[in-house]
């Protein structure tokens, strides 16, 4: 296999056995955020290097990756990243969200259901859901070790006094099996719901801070709220303009200096494979 | 440290890179789909008693940095075949190993020994790859928890049933608690510590 002289998936094996225990112990405890040796990516932390660093451990010739970043896969990040596969691992990639066994994402879960044996690979900038609460590690380790979370339902509950609702809008905090408290990376609440008892296995990857945690198949996923506050998403009085769809996370897009904007779907396989059944359908 | 003997030393994977792959991702989806039985690919050819699955979890997962303890059975042929392939220390007690390996399920060493790892560290816990007869879906152990859609069961021959009074004690300590294989042939069954075992036979 002609891998551009690079080892396999670019990590030496040593590091890459690594990372394997260390996933193998995150799906073990879900939801607790596993250390890792960091190692130093050709990209600087930011840009994916936990998620990439996750998917190089795990990925295999037979895979096929899709890399999408804030939904789309055709941005800057994406793109880059599944080249960086394609040349050091040689492997298939594929924008279609059916077709991928591992999908590397940054900040959304596709709209099209995952199916059992497909992982899921979050970039993961902050993966510590008490960190702007609690600045100092031994503290927040303590607090998961305590399982001492009334901080976070304090911020919540300050929200309400403050705004009349919970306003965190991503990167909402959830508990993953009744335990551990996890941060589901800066994905809008919209994509929380998808993440309980999802069938595909879900890996978080954060270079920087040096965690791997994960979310097995199956697995319940709750978000914080409040009985008389239950947890919502957003909803939108739009539909996507280029594909109609009323289910879908919309992007915000200014057309013109006057104020002139237009919703479109933030996942572009799913609106592109929208457009395609519109028009096929338009044309018989 | 002891001398290996080179004579009639066993060969490991063909391929070093890309069989600990897909020996890691069989692993991977056992412990994500606890219950469900998987098949390994990709087998080294291990000196017996060590069976060619247990070898092929060890050669992909263990090195310099995870202190083995074997059962009394695996001395010898076995920890030279892992130290050769995998460069592993032979761990001072069952305590300080990161895996531990048995060779026969009906065997056990005392599972209250292990290390289940602290609050604050439940991941240094150890690994159990645990050889037994017979793996099978069907009637035998129910098991629900994360990875579990509703229930599984699943039996298993060859293995001490103070093996599942261990499993019930160590879904107690959760997050603390140790992460088994179970395998025989090309079959690997994970359970990890979140497993829960239903007390009625299915």
Redesign the interface.
């Known amino acids: 296999m002609n891998t551009g002289g690079y080892n396999f998936a670019y990590l030496d094996e040593q590091t890459k056995r690594m990372l394997r225990r260390t996933i193998l112990k995150a799906v073990a405890i879900p939801g607790y955020q596993v250390p890792f040796g960091d190692r130093e990516m050709p990209m600087p932390h930011g840009w994916g290097t936990g998620g990439i660093q996750v998917t190089a451990a795990i990925i295999g010739p037979d895979d096929v990756l899709k890399v999408i970043d804030q939904g789309a896969d055709d941005t800057t990040n994406a793109v880059s990243i599944r080249k960086f596969f394609a040349k050091t691992a040689g492997v298939a990639t594929t924008t279609r969200t059916e077709d991928a066994t591992i999908v590397q994402t940054r900040h959304r879960i596709p709209e099209k259901p995952l199916h059992e044996g497909q992982i899921l690979v979050y970039q993961v900038p902050i993966p510590e859901p008490l960190r702007w609460l609690e600045p100092r590690e031994t503290e927040t380790r303590k607090m998961h070790a305590l399982s001492e979370y009334g901080i976070m339902h304090v911020r919540l509950y300050e929200d309400i006094a403050t705004h009349g609702r919970i306003a965190t809008s991503y990167d909402y905090p959830v508990q993953v099996n009744d335990r551990y408290m996890m941060r589901p990376s800066p994905i809008p609440k919209f994509d929380n719901p998808k993440m309980d008892m999802n069938p595909a296995l879900q890996l978080f990857g954060a270079g920087r801070e040096k965690r791997i945690y994960a979310v097995p198949p199956y697995t319940k996923v709750k978000s914080l709220d409040f009985d008389d506050y239950p947890f919502e998403v957003q909803s939108w009085d739009q539909s996507c303009a280029l594909c109609g769809a009323g289910d879908s996370f919309l992007d915000e897009i200014i057309t013109s200096d006057r104020g002139d904007r237009m919703f479109v779907c933030s996942d572009s396989d799913y609106c592109q494979d929208r457009q395609a059944a519109r028009s096929k359908e338009a044309a018989e | 440290m002891n001398q290996i003997t080179l004579q009639n030393l066993a060969p490991g994977f063909q391929d070093?890179?890309?069989d600990?792959?897909?020996v890691?991702?069989t692993?991977?989806?056992a412990?994500?789909?606890p219950g469900q039985i998987q098949t390994l690919d990709r087998l080294p050819e291990p000196p017996a008693p060590l069976g060619a699955a247990a070898a092929a979890l060890a050669l992909?997962?263990?090195?310099l940095?995870?202190p083995v303890a074997l059962s009394e059975d695996l001395r010898g042929a076995t920890f030279d075949y892992l130290a050769f392939h995998t460069g592993a220390p032979l761990a001072a007690t069952v305590g300080a190993a990161?895996f531990v390996l048995v060779g026969n399920g009906n065997h056990l060493p005392d599972l209250s020994a292990i290390d289940f790892g602290d609050?604050?560290d439940?991941?240094r816990?150890a690994?159990l790859i645990i050889q037994v007869e017979h793996l099978e879906a069907g009637p035998g152990q129910r098991l629900r928890g994360?990875?579990?859609?509703g229930h599984i069961d699943v039996r298993v021959d060859g293995i001490a049933d103070a093996f599942w009074d261990a499993l019930k004690l160590n879904r107690k300590r959760?997050?603390l608690g140790f992460?088994t294989f179970l395998v025989t042939g090309r079959s690997v069954l994970g359970l990890?510590?979140?497993v829960i075992l239903d007390a009625e036979e299915a």
């Open positions: 070093p890179q890309l600990s792959q897909l890691f991702r692993a991977l989806q412990l994500a789909r992909a997962l263990c090195d940095e995870t990161s609050a604050e439940p991941e816990a690994t994360p990875g579990i859609s959760f997050p992460d990890p510590r979140t």
